[in-house]
């Protein structure tokens, strides 16, 4: 699952759809992290999709990753700044992609 200390422990590499990324970033391979307040391990990720279907808020985006092991499409926490800290998509996804710092 995903590091909930990233902020620590990894490196912001840059920023895609207006979100910061946490490297290490190997393209198409390695994808890091998208996200913070509403953080998304590409690497973990399989496009399960139930965090999208569910997020009471429309918090996430589908966005293509050809190439990447675990799956071709990942979800975007692009409106991260809309999150209400439900926790429903840090509960709901199956290989616990999704860190939400309620703190
Ligand atoms: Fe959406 Fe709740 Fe996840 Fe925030 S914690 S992104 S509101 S499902
Ligand atoms: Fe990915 Fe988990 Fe959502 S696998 S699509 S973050 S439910």
């Known amino acids: 699952?995903?590091?909930p200390n990233f902020e620590d422990a990894r490196e912001r590499v840059g920023e895609e759809n207006g979100l910061d990324v946490w490297g290490p970033?190997?393209?198409p391979e390695k994808l890091g992290i998208h996200g913070s307040h509403v953080a998304v391990d590409y690497d973990v990720c399989i496009a399960d999709g139930a965090c999208l279907?569910?997020?009471p808020v429309d918090v996430f985006d589908w966005v293509d990753t050809p190439g990447h092991p675990a799956s071709e499409t990942k979800v975007e926490p692009t409106r991260e700044d809309q999150?209400?800290?439900c926790m429903l998509c840090?509960?709901?996804c199956p290989v616990d992609a999704i860190d939400v710092d309620a703190s």
């Open 90 to 92: 840090v509960d709901i």
């Open 1 to 3: 699952g995903i590091d």
């Open 25 to 27: 970033v190997d393209e």
């Open 53 to 55: 279907e569910n997020c």
């Open 83 to 85: 999150c209400i800290d």
